[in-house]
């Protein structure tokens, strides 16, 4: 982290501070007056550092960064003492007319309470007094800002390239082509993919060395020094540049442009990062009509689709299996073959760097032709130590993209290494866990805004080509992601050293100093089992993921909160266990939980976990009964079920019955939970999922119709219907437009038996965007959509059914980008008016049958003779 982020870096932590306080104030009475002392202290010296960090030679101060490194310290220490002490003050509040047994005991400890907290504003003042002389001495230098050092392009070398063939063509085609206009072509791709490589290989084909008259190579770079970049562009063109030295950019850009005005020019503007970077450049290119071309490399997605003239950017691919392998091969033996006896490790170590070039040469640096087959073996093992290591350029690559995140950013994206290594990350899990962890700034309480600004933080991450997106919904936005295996190393390593997380592993359980949070994946059960259990109060966070579920005994999984009671993270949804262990309710502090067991009753004492934010909730029982009161928890947010919750009827005549009103998702819940009175305690609800019978729901029951309760729910976007009754069961109709709620942007309907002449009602949903209808959501061999008109319907997924023929006009879906049709076995033909709709996009067929999946190739055809970028994609291929 450059120490000149030190005031940024401070000032979140403060915030954090400020928000523990806020978040237990009922319960710090006592002790308050050392809380505000202390927190009043570090605002006052994070004042004092922002004054030393705008001096411009702060950011390698080595005090500065020291005295961040300290603070942090400081403020994790206090979260601690004021989290351990709540436990206790709700503890002796718990025990009623009982407490004055215990008061003794209690006030000592509020006192000790009180006596740590001094400590740590003594701290603090220490910090300040040994280090305040250094800090004023930042204040006081006025020195003006040293001109940025102008990096040097990194050196690539050329030969054994491997992989870049149809890529390279694909960039010489758009640089060749097109019109005469200026035009702006971007490749983007993360650290260490080749993207200087395979502009190297472009701007040296020799076909483009007699297409342009003037070429020019200009590494950017993070540190973009923009007047010594012209200057260097000037220097192509004349050995005396000293008269230029004294003109101001402007001037200089003017000056590139005259030399660049009369012939086609070919400039790589390499490792750009920034799209401001881009616009101080640009000026110096002028549009001379000529087909002239510039290329730009950049890591950051949203550089590289603004600059692009046509806004879609080359994305640069990952190479094969057998790519990486002949990369690996080459580099190794050159022009040798690689001995029998070690191509199955090697092709081992391919595969383990999943398609990275860099972190092939990287590992191909350490090998070579006359190491042995034990060395080959361990690296085959594990090459991410190799890939990793400080002093590689692959390390260098990406530490260089980790220190230019924002503060708020690094820790999300070190973060992500507590998910095992490949893991397929959901991403609204991941949301959960930033905000749960405190990641999320938190401006005005517990409310949508946190996951927005939680999105944008995601977006980011995969803008800059640090995350992989590997599904997206049907509105286009991220569904789950990973990161690259070698990008997870780095995490692991950077988050270990931060003390931010700690992968377990059992033979080195004993740690000296606890990190925040523990990590247990495939050794989670031995770990349970340790006679010598660790145990620290630091311990906010335990997260096991494992490919296979678990069980875990009642008395190994009671370690958990047992040993870390000041937990507010606890996924440990892959292990599955028969009761919750009672220490699980002294867990006051716990604001994520995910668990998977065979309750089928949620008890009452589930209200001791007050903190609640997030609770996903997986049960091999068919209902779920909630007997605690939900709406007493004031900070629940999501609840998530994978079977139907009964909740409890909201507390009638009680002082506080408006209970929750900021739950947002309930997913999911029985039909007979959507009484008026429940609904009218989440009017904030934006998801919902209902399963069961859900003739229960549509229909009268002594003159009342459950389903128009849905109408209360002003904020719902997402709904799912899911119908678990018999097979015999059908229902009578789909709910007319206006019992839905108003500004529905998604449905997903399952078993719902509707006729298809119904389809007129849902497309009266003016808000609907998404719509998909899974098996058997509708019945019937013939639909005619030929006059309903969906305004606003982007997504339409049709699933298993006994449809036949379709009919629909131009205008049925005016807006739909997205068809999909999955187990449609017996549909005669997709309508060829779908050729006609020019918002289509993708069209998917999945297990339909030969006559579907040529009338789409047809549509395909007139998609793509009217060039609109069309996508089919038909499994299987053939029939």
């Given at each position: 982290?450059?120490?000149?982020?030190?005031?940024?870096?401070?000032?979140?932590?403060?915030?954090?501070?400020?928000?523990?306080?806020?978040?237990?104030?009922?319960?710090?009475?006592?002790?308050?007056?050392q809380?505000?002392?202390?927190v009043?202290?570090?605002?006052?010296?994070?004042?004092?550092?922002?004054?030393?960090?705008?001096?411009?030679?702060?950011?390698?101060?080595?005090?500065?960064?020291?005295?961040?490194?300290?603070?942090?310290?400081?403020?994790t220490?206090?979260?601690?003492?004021?989290?351990?002490?709540?436990?206790?003050?709700?503890?002796?509040?718990?025990?009623?007319?009982?407490?004055?047994?215990?008061?003794?005991?209690?006030?000592?400890?509020?006192?000790?309470?009180?006596?740590?907290?001094?400590?740590?504003?003594?701290?603090?003042?220490?910090?300040?007094?040994?280090?305040?002389?250094?800090?004023?001495?930042?204040?006081?230098?006025?020195?003006?800002?040293?001109?940025?050092?102008?990096?040097?392009?990194?050196?690539?070398?050329?030969?054994?390239?491997?992989?870049?063939?149809?890529?390279?063509?694909?960039?010489?085609?758009?640089?060749?082509?097109?019109?005469?206009?200026?035009?702006?072509?971007?490749?983007e791709?993360?650290?260490?993919?080749?993207?200087?490589?395979?502009?190297?290989?472009?701007?040296?084909?020799?076909?483009?060395q007699?297409?342009?008259?003037?070429?020019?190579?200009?590494?950017?770079?993070?540190?973009?020094?923009?007047?010594?970049?012209?200057?260097?562009?000037?220097?192509?063109?004349?050995?005396?540049?000293?008269?230029?030295?004294?003109?101001?950019?402007?001037?200089?850009?003017?000056?590139?442009?005259?030399?660049?005005?009369?012939?086609?020019?070919?400039?790589?503007?390499?490792?750009?990062?920034?799209?401001?970077?881009?616009?101080?450049?640009?000026?110096?290119?002028?549009?001379?009509?000529?087909?002239?071309?510039?290329?730009?490399?950049?890591?950051?997605?949203?550089?590289?689709?603004?600059?692009?003239?046509t806004?879609?950017?080359?994305?640069?691919?990952?190479?094969?299996?057998?790519?990486?392998?002949?990369?690996?091969?080459?580099?190794?033996?050159?022009?040798?073959?690689?001995?029998?006896?070690?191509?199955?490790?090697?092709?081992?170590?391919?595969?383990?760097?999943?398609?990275?070039?860099?972190?092939?040469?990287?590992?191909?640096g350490?090998l070579?032709k006359?190491?042995?087959?034990?060395?080959?073996?361990?690296?085959?093992?594990?090459?991410?130590?190799?890939?990793?290591?400080?002093?590689?350029?692959?390390?260098?690559?990406v530490?260089?993209?980790?220190?230019?995140?924002?503060?708020?950013?690094?820790?999300?994206?070190?973060?992500?290494?507590?998910?095992?290594?490949?893991?397929?990350?959901?991403?609204?899990?991941?949301?959960?866990?930033?905000?749960?962890?405190?990641?999320?700034?938190?401006?005005?309480?517990?409310?949508?805004?946190?996951?927005?600004t939680?999105?944008?933080?995601?977006?980011?991450?995969?803008?800059?080509?640090?995350?992989?997106v590997?599904?997206?919904?049907?509105?286009?936005?991220?569904?789950?992601?990973?990161?690259?295996?070698?990008?997870?190393?780095?995490?692991?390593?950077?988050?270990?050293?931060?003390?931010?997380?700690?992968?377990?592993?059992?033979?080195?359980?004993?740690?000296?100093?606890?990190?925040?949070?523990?990590?247990?994946?495939?050794?989670?059960?031995?770990?349970?089992?340790?006679?010598?259990?660790?145990?620290?109060?630091?311990?906010?966070?335990?997260?096991?993921?494992?490919?296979?579920?678990?069980?875990?005994?009642?008395?190994?999984?009671?370690?958990?909160p047992?040993?870390?009671?000041?937990?507010?993270?606890?996924?440990?949804?892959?292990?599955?266990?028969?009761?919750?262990?009672?220490?699980?309710?002294?867990?006051?502090?716990?604001?994520?939980?995910?668990?998977?067991?065979e309750?089928?009753?949620?008890?009452?004492?589930?209200?001791?976990?007050?903190?609640?934010?997030?609770?996903?909730?997986?049960?091999?029982?068919?209902?779920?009964?909630?007997?605690?009161?939900m709406?007493?928890?004031?900070?629940?947010?999501?609840?998530?079920?994978?079977?139907?919750?009964?909740?409890?009827?909201?507390?009638?005549?009680?002082?506080?019955?408006?209970?929750?009103?900021?739950?947002?998702?309930?997913?999911?819940?029985?039909?007979?939970?959507?009484?008026?009175?429940?609904?009218?305690?989440?009017?904030?609800?934006?998801?919902?999922?209902?399963?069961?019978?859900?003739?229960?729901?549509?229909?009268?029951?002594?003159?009342?119709?459950?389903?128009d309760?849905?109408?209360?729910?002003?904020?719902?976007?997402?709904?799912?219907?899911?119908?678990?009754?018999?097979?015999?069961?059908?229902?009578?109709?789909?709910?007319?437009?206006?019992k839905?709620?108003?500004?529905?942007?998604?449905?997903?309907?399952?078993?719902?038996?509707?006729?298809w002449?119904?389809?007129?009602?849902?497309?009266?949903?003016?808000?609907?965007?998404?719509?998909?209808?899974?098996?058997?959501?509708?019945?019937?061999?013939?639909?005619?959509?030929?006059n309903?008109?969906?305004?606003?319907?982007?997504?339409?997924?049709?699933?298993?059914?006994n449809?036949?023929?379709?009919?629909?006009?131009?205008?049925?879906?005016?807006a739909?980008?997205?068809?999909?049709?999955?187990?449609?076995?017996?549909?005669?033909?997709?309508?060829?008016?779908?050729?006609?709709?020019?918002?289509?996009?993708?069209?998917?067929?999945?297990?339909?049958?030969?006559?579907?999946?040529?009338s789409?190739?047809?549509?395909?055809?007139?998609?793509?003779?009217?060039?609109?970028?069309?996508?089919?994609?038909i499994?299987?291929?053939?029939?």
């Amino acid at each position: 982290m450059a120490a000149a982020a030190g005031d940024a870096v401070v000032g979140q932590l403060v915030n954090r501070l400020v928000q523990v306080v806020a978040e237990n104030v009922a319960f710090i009475k006592e002790i308050k007056e050392q809380i505000s002392a202390l927190v009043d202290d570090l605002t006052s010296f994070e004042a004092y550092l922002r004054q030393a960090s705008r001096n411009p030679r702060a950011n390698d101060n080595v005090v500065l960064k020291d005295v961040v490194d300290k603070i942090r310290n400081v403020v994790t220490d206090a979260e601690d003492a004021i989290c351990k002490y709540t436990v206790e003050r709700k503890h002796y509040k718990d025990k009623g007319w009982l407490r004055f047994i215990g008061s003794a005991a209690y006030y000592a400890k509020v006192n000790a309470a009180a006596r740590d907290i001094q400590g740590i504003l003594n701290r603090v003042k220490k910090i300040r007094e040994f280090h305040g002389p250094a800090l004023q001495a930042l204040i006081d230098d006025h020195a003006k800002e040293q001109p940025a050092i102008h990096l040097m392009a990194p050196v690539v070398e050329e030969v054994d390239v491997v992989g870049f063939d149809n890529e390279a063509k694909t960039i010489k085609d758009r640089l060749k082509g097109g019109s005469n206009d200026l035009t702006i072509i971007s490749i983007e791709g993360m650290a260490g993919l080749g993207k200087t490589t395979l502009t190297k290989m472009v701007f040296k084909d020799r076909d483009l060395q007699y297409e342009f008259f003037t070429r020019l190579w200009v590494y950017v770079s993070r540190t973009m020094n923009r007047k010594q970049i012209f200057l260097d562009i000037l220097s192509n063109f004349t050995k005396n540049t000293k008269e230029f030295q004294g003109m101001n950019e402007d001037k200089l850009a003017d000056k590139i442009k005259e030399y660049l005005e009369g012939g086609k020019y070919f400039i790589v503007l390499d490792d750009v990062w920034t799209e401001h970077d881009w616009n101080c450049l640009r000026i110096a290119f002028p549009n001379n009509n000529k087909g002239s071309r510039v290329l730009v490399t950049t890591r950051h997605h949203n550089v590289a689709s603004r600059v692009d003239s046509t806004g879609n950017p080359h994305k640069l691919k990952f190479l094969s299996i057998d790519e990486s392998w002949e990369l690996l091969e080459k580099k190794v033996f050159r022009k040798e073959r690689c001995p029998k006896e070690l191509v199955g490790d090697g092709r081992h170590i391919a595969i383990k760097c999943h398609g990275l070039p860099l972190a092939i040469v990287v590992i191909a640096g350490v090998l070579n032709k006359d190491s042995t087959t034990t060395e080959w073996k361990r690296i085959a093992q594990d090459p991410y130590p190799i890939i990793n290591k400080e002093d590689m350029s692959y390390n260098k690559l990406v530490k260089i993209s980790y220190d230019n995140l924002p503060y708020n950013l690094k820790d999300c994206f070190l973060y992500l290494a507590v998910f095992p290594i490949g893991h397929e990350i959901a991403t609204w899990k991941l949301i959960r866990l930033w905000i749960a962890e405190g990641f999320i700034p938190m401006d005005g309480g517990y409310s949508s805004e946190l996951v927005v600004t939680a999105e944008k933080y995601l977006k980011d991450l995969v803008d800059r080509n640090l995350l992989m997106v590997l599904k997206r919904r049907a509105d286009g936005q991220t569904k789950t992601c990973r990161i690259h295996d070698t990008l997870h190393e780095f995490c692991k390593n950077e988050g270990a050293s931060k003390n931010l997380f700690y992968e377990m592993e059992v033979a080195k359980s004993e740690l000296k100093i606890m990190p925040r949070r523990i990590c247990v994946h495939s050794t989670v059960l031995d770990f349970l089992k340790l006679e010598n259990k660790p145990s620290s109060e630091h311990v906010h966070s335990f997260l096991s993921f494992c490919s296979n579920e678990i069980e875990i005994p009642n008395e190994h999984l009671a370690v958990i909160p047992k040993s870390f009671r000041l937990l507010r993270v606890m996924d440990i949804e892959s292990l599955k266990f028969k009761l919750f262990p009672r220490q699980l309710y002294e867990l006051s502090h716990l604001r994520y939980l995910a668990v998977s067991t065979e309750l089928k009753v949620l008890p009452v004492v589930f209200n001791k976990l007050w903190n609640l934010q997030t609770l996903v909730f997986k049960t091999s029982e068919n209902t779920l009964e909630v007997k605690a009161d939900m709406w007493s928890m004031s900070k629940l947010r999501h609840v998530h079920s994978n079977t139907s919750m009964v909740l409890p009827p909201p507390p009638k005549n009680a002082k506080n019955s408006s209970g929750s009103t900021d739950i947002q998702t309930l997913s999911t819940i029985s039909p007979s939970s959507c009484t008026a009175e429940i609904l009218e305690k989440t009017p904030n609800l934006q998801k919902l999922g209902i399963r069961g019978n859900l003739a229960e729901l549509m229909e009268s029951k002594g003159g009342v119709i459950l389903f128009d309760n849905l109408q209360i729910l002003d904020c719902l976007e997402n709904l799912k219907l899911i119908n678990n009754a018999l097979q015999n069961s059908k229902l009578r109709r789909c709910p007319h437009s206006e019992k839905f709620p108003r500004r529905l942007r998604k449905m997903t309907l399952s078993n719902t038996t509707f006729e298809w002449k119904d389809l007129n009602i849902l497309s009266l949903l003016e808000e609907l965007e998404v719509l998909k209808l899974e098996e058997n959501a509708f019945r019937g061999e013939f639909c005619d959509a030929s006059n309903i008109v969906f305004k606003q319907l982007r997504y339409l997924r049709i699933g298993r059914t006994n449809l036949v023929s379709w009919k629909v006009s131009k205008d049925s879906f005016q807006a739909l980008k997205y068809l999909i049709l999955r187990h449609c076995n017996v549909l005669e033909s997709v309508p060829s008016v779908f050729g006609e709709v020019e918002s289509l996009k993708v069209m998917e067929l999945f297990c339909t049958n030969g006559r579907a999946a040529n009338s789409a190739r047809e549509i395909q055809d007139l998609k793509n003779k009217r060039k609109c970028g069309f996508q089919l994609s038909i499994y299987p291929p053939d029939h």
